[in-house]
């Protein structure tokens, strides 16, 4: 542990990794412009990529540094509990913040939010951009629709702006309650992982971040969207499919299985009203799949079982598997 920690103590960042070294190296150069005032150590878990990753990492010799590898690629979901895991029991700091491998904060960032004295029942998400300046949609939190009567209806009428924060929130000068947020950006005291636990790794990818922030909510631990802290995400623009298929066809299961867990985590007793309308449209999504109907019916159906039954145990190769199917 450094001895030159600030107002917080230390904080630590953990960055999960997969064949984006050009991105990655932005990263790693953008965080380390940060004093170790403001950050005192980086753990860069390397999800098995199969690029040149591991061999440039293994030539950096900034100590700040702490390089893990994993011997599967885990999702984002395995590498954020892998890199938490290691970061709680290696470093011991008080804060930790979580990001991708094409996301990171902008200069001074760290070292402003170190200085100022933060509770530790209270986790911050920062004000996430795309390069050009935008508001990065996908990093935009939210607050959970199912928890005020108010919000579920206008969530009903405006969809999706509904329960997301407003543009005004990113000018406004005091922090907004939120409940829901991405895993870039984000920080988490160390009381919270203690007492909340990590990750679940088995979720693999999607909605992983979603159920984690709600399941800090519901043990009683705040979220504020702070304005003041911000990051750079440099992800390709979400493009509108209003007939959205999921390639490659794989990710199908998670999206669907992680999907039943997170809107049940949210909306209670509410799930079961919401629960026939999700598996229809998933049922008549099948017609967009083409020669991968029968591969997406087998992943649609083993999601839809393991998601009502919380299981998050099946590995990938067993889902790849499915992909396989021919009609």
């Known amino acids: 542990m450094h001895d030159n920690a600030g107002q917080n103590g230390n904080l630590v960042a953990v960055v999960v990794t997969f064949n984006r070294l050009d991105k990655l190296k932005l990263t790693l ?31 950096q010799d900034d100590p700040r540094l702490d390089i893990l590898t994993s011997a599967t690629n885990r999702g984002g979901a395995g590498g954020f509990e892998q890199g938490l895991r290691h970061a709680l029991t290696q470093h011991q700091a008080d804060w930790y913040v979580v990001m991708d491998d094409d996301a990171w904060p902008e200069p001074g960032m760290l070292d402003n939010f170190m200085s100022v004295q933060r509770p530790d029942d209270t986790a911050v998400a920062a004000a996430v951009y795309y ?9 935009r939190p ?36 939120i409940d829901l947020t991405s895993f870039v950006g984000l920080f988490i005291s160390k009381k919270m992982l203690h007492t909340v636990g990590l990750p679940d790794p088995g979720l693999f990818i999607y909605g992983d971040d979603v159920i984690y922030t709600l399941g800090l909510r519901k043990r009683g631990f705040k979220i504020n969207f702070d304005p003041s802290v911000r990051f750079v995400h440099d992800c390709s623009t979400f493009q509108k499919d209003e007939k959205k298929t999921y390639k490659p066809l794989w990710k199908v299961y998670y999206a669907y299985r992680n999907g039943l867990i997170m809107y049940r985590r949210a909306a209670g007793i509410l799930f079961w009203a919401l629960l026939p309308i999700l598996l229809f449209a998933w049922k008549r999504a099948a017609s967009r799949y083409g020669d991968d109907k029968a591969a997406y019916e087998a992943l649609r159906r083993a999601a839809v079982s393991d998601g009502l ?10 889902v790849m598997e499915m992909t396989k199917l021919q009609g």
């Open 29 to 59: 150069s953008n965080l380390l412009k940060n004093s170790p005032a403001g950050l005192a150590s980086i753990v860069v878990v390397n999800n098995a990529s199969t690029d040149s990753t591991a061999n440039w990492l293994s030539t």
């Open 131 to 139: 390069p050009d300046g935008r508001i990065c949609e996908m990093n």
């Open 142 to 177: 939210s607050v959970n629709p199912f928890w005020s009567p108010r919000t579920f209806l206008r969530t009903l009428v405006k969809r999706r702006d509904g329960y997301h924060i407003p543009p005004s929130a990113y000018e406004a000068n005091a922090p907004t309650p």
């Open 309 to 318: 039954r919380h299981r998050t145990t099946r590995s990938h190769p067993e």
